[in-house]
């Protein structure tokens, strides 16, 4: 008899009967519930911006599967959503701003936010998730890293080249630092608020870390995240609030992130567990790693893959089963169903005691 969450167990490394699951992006445009409640909000931030809809759809998941946890639907631009920037949807293209940041004089101008005003709406969807779930899972709050959300600032949306941030970082080096450090001291405050509405785990989203070289990678993102951790409350109400880093294409640096200070690193699937947990397991847990494309397979090559990955971490606690990075919006619903099915059938013989 467990007496947290199999999730949080897992995170700090303590015994469970089966490895813990949920997924990245599992509320999201692949389930035809999800896809009904968008329509109705007409646009993807008025879905964010509005609790009811955004406590909706993170809870539509947790009705279809059993999934060890939910995660706040949000978005990691909230942030600089919040500093005025204009921030768009595009259909087809993703995310752009309207006023992106071009020079030091635009860093220096950025607003202070007060994550119980200007994202209140965050904090709202938090407080009546939480209150819907009754502790039946824990409630995982996130936020991108401040590197991450500078290049979408920077670069005024996606890109593939990343020339603009980039220009900044070897022509303007301390106007990029002054820029990062606004955005994790703002982090820090809004990742306190969301423990403070609810939230029972909390997770740094690096997607653009890894197209940094080594020392950039510590210099403009692994430090800054360090320094979250360091900031945010690591225990709430009696209760300890796992933190979890994940650096998409992070190999290189997964020793330097298990010494942050976090509880657990995620994965994506170009670095294998076996060898990460040689690196790191016994500091941290790990979290990951299947790649979303395996959701495309049929049942043997989704059950064929589960087995894999449970096989490289091996045996004993520590390991939440995830998927590499975000589930694709065309996978069949059902595929889910047998990815959970597997990891729930297949892990348990590596908890045995």
């Keep these: 008899m467990f007496t947290q969450h199999r999730l949080i167990q897992a995170l700090f490394r ?16 692949y389930l035809p519930e999800y896809r009904s409640v968008r329509n109705k909000a007409k646009d993807f931030l008025t879905l964010c911006k509005t609790p009811e809809l955004a406590c909706e759809v993170t809870l539509q998941p947790l009705e279809r599967y059993p999934l060890d946890a939910a995660i706040i639907f949000s978005d990691i631009l909230t942030i600089p959503d919040a ?30 936010v007060d994550p119980e005003t200007e994202l ?5 969807a938090i407080r009546t998730t939480k209150a819907a779930l009754q502790n039946k899972v824990p409630l995982i709050g996130f936020a991108g890293s401040p ?4 290049t979408y600032m920077v670069e005024g949306g996606s890109s593939k080249s990343f020339s603009k941030i980039k220009k900044m970082l070897y022509a303007e080096p301390e106007a990029l630092h002054r820029l990062l450090e606004h955005l ?3 982090l820090i405050n809004y990742i306190n608020a969301q423990i403070v509405a609810g939230a029972d785990v909390v997770m740094i989203f690096d997607t653009w870390g890894g197209i940094l070289s080594n020392p950039d990678y510590r210099d403009f993102s692994l430090n800054y995240m360090e320094d979250i951790v360091k900031n945010v409350l690591r225990v709430y109400e009696g209760k300890r609030i796992p933190f979890i880093l994940f650096t998409k294409n992070s190999g290189p640096y997964l020793s330097a992130i298990a010494c942050s200070g976090c509880d657990a690193v995620g994965l994506d699937w170009t670095m294998p567990l076996d060898k990460a947990r040689d690196l790191i397991g016994h ?10 494309a395996v959701l495309y397979g049929n049942v043997a090559c989704i059950q064929s893959e589960v087995k894999k990955t449970l096989r490289q971490f091996g045996v004993g606690s520590g390991h939440v089963f995830n998927l590499g990075h975000g589930i694709y919006p065309d996978i069949d619903p059902e595929k889910v169903t047998i990815l959970l099915e597997a990891v729930h059938t297949f892990s348990a013989p590596y908890h045995k005691s």
């Design 14 to 29: 303590e015994p469970v009967d089966r490895t813990p699951v949920w997924i990245m992006r599992q509320a999201g445009r």
């Design 83 to 112: 500093f005025n920037l204009g921030l768009q949807f595009v259909e087809n293209e993703g995310p752009r701003f309207l006023n992106p940041i071009q020079s030091l004089r635009d860093i220096e101008q950025l607003p202070t």
């Design 120 to 124: 209140r709406y965050v904090m709202d």
């Design 147 to 150: 590197w991450t959300i500078a």
């Design 184 to 186: 994790s001291k703002t």
């Design 283 to 292: 500091k941290v847990a790990l979290q990951g790693n299947l790649d979303p």
